[in-house]
């Protein structure tokens, strides 16, 4: 049997020539690498987290048209703005995914490009989301106390921003340690696992982008005496 | 199903892993290359015209939440299938997010459940 860099590098132990990213610890009883399967792990749990959100916005995606409480949500959702939003984030996992293809054949420069265009294009989402939140606060009105509508929205939207934002702080540390030469084929699997936590981001924003977004809200029919109802649980929390 | 072997080094090397180049994949472990990332990212981008363009028709506004579901849970398994390799890495992995996807959907199941059954009078 040829020798492979695998067998040298377990044959020497750390440090020892070591031929690729799992240098520093033994094979697993899974045969899985337990970075990456963690990783899975995570996103799986992750999944979870999101569908509470997720759920709690969609049972009360109606509730301010019911209480007749404004901003609505159809008045102030600019679908065509957050189209390019979407395309933009969609389009980052394209250049995510060619940055790990660029290092698993050792091209660290193309690695640089593409992480780098992909955290650009993170920023400009951030960005988006930026001028989105300020517009429906300061123009619409709309803040977490508005109504349900805000609430839900400002959290399951904002929520998902910050996970934007931790895998754009994340990209641009692999840069970093890319551009002081800390990046090569053998450490591929590092930019692996950040780009899977990119894609996630962009999975939930694909279900984001249809739940809050393109299905239609109902056009408003005031339930009698909800108004009120709202009024008295509002004055019941202690904090407000 | 895949087929995965164990190596003498105690790693699987089923589709993505391979003796000696470990987690190096590229498409000669089965992995797509660049060209199918980028036809995937096009059909992902002619999906979410299609979606937008769905939206402001009104002969579709009967159908607009099936068809809604379908395009989006295209682009869902396509980018879980492609860019994040699901569909060529050990099924194992596939098993790990599917577990947590299947919980996920039984939180939205229990929580709207919850509120379509509640009869009571919240703000008598």
């Known amino acids: 049997m040829a020798t492979t860099a695998h067998d040298v590098e377990h044959a020497g132990g750390i440090g020892a020539g070591t031929a690729h990213g799992h240098a520093e610890h033994p094979p697993t009883s899974t045969g899985l690498d337990h970075r990456k399967l963690l990783m899975w792990a995570f996103l799986a749990s992750d999944c979870m987290f999101f569908a509470s959100l997720i759920a709690t916005y969609v049972i009360y995606r109606n509730h301010s048209q019911q209480l007749g409480l404004g901003p609505f949500p159809n008045e102030v959702l600019d679908i065509p703005y957050t189209s390019i939003s979407a395309a933009v984030l969609l389009f980052s996992s394209l250049t995510m995914v060619l940055a790990l293809a660029a290092i698993q054949r050792n091209d660290v420069r193309g690695l640089r490009v593409w992480l780098g265009a992909t955290s650009v294009l993170g920023i400009i989402f951030l960005g988006g989301q930026y001028f989105e939140f300020s517009e429906f606060y300061q123009v619409e009105g709309l803040s977490l106390r508005s109504n349900m509508f805000g609430a839900s929205f400002f959290t399951l939207t904002g929520l998902h921003g910050t996970h934007v934002a931790i895998g754009v702080i994340w990209l641009l540390s692999l840069l970093f340690v890319s551009l002081r030469g800390g990046i090569s084929q053998k450490d591929s699997l590092n930019v692996e696992i950040a780009g899977l936590y990119w894609h996630f981001v962009d999975i939930v924003w694909i279900v984001i982008f249809t739940l809050v977004y393109l299905i239609p809200y109902d056009e408003g029919e005031v339930t009698e005496g909800a108004e009120e109802a709202m009024v008295r649980l509002w004055q019941a929390v202690p904090f407000v | ?124």
């Open chain 2, 1 to 124: 199903m895949q087929s995965i072997s164990r190596g003498d080094d105690g790693y699987s090397h089923g589709p993505g892993t391979q003796p000696g180049t470990d987690h190096l994949v590229d498409e000669h472990e089965g992995h797509p290359g660049e060209r199918t990332y980028v036809k995937v990212a096009v059909i992902l981008a002619v999906v979410t015209a299609l979606e937008v363009a769905v939206y402001y028709i009104d002969a579709l506004s009967d159908v607009l939440v099936p068809i809604l579901a379908v395009l989006s849970i295209g682009k869902f398994v396509a980018v879980v299938g492609y860019f994040m390799h699901l569909k060529f890495d050990d099924r194992r992995f596939t098993w790990v997010f599917l577990t947590g996807l299947l919980i996920a959907a039984s939180i939205v199941a229990a929580l709207a459940a919850m509120f379509v059954y509640n009869d009571y009078e919240a703000f008598p």
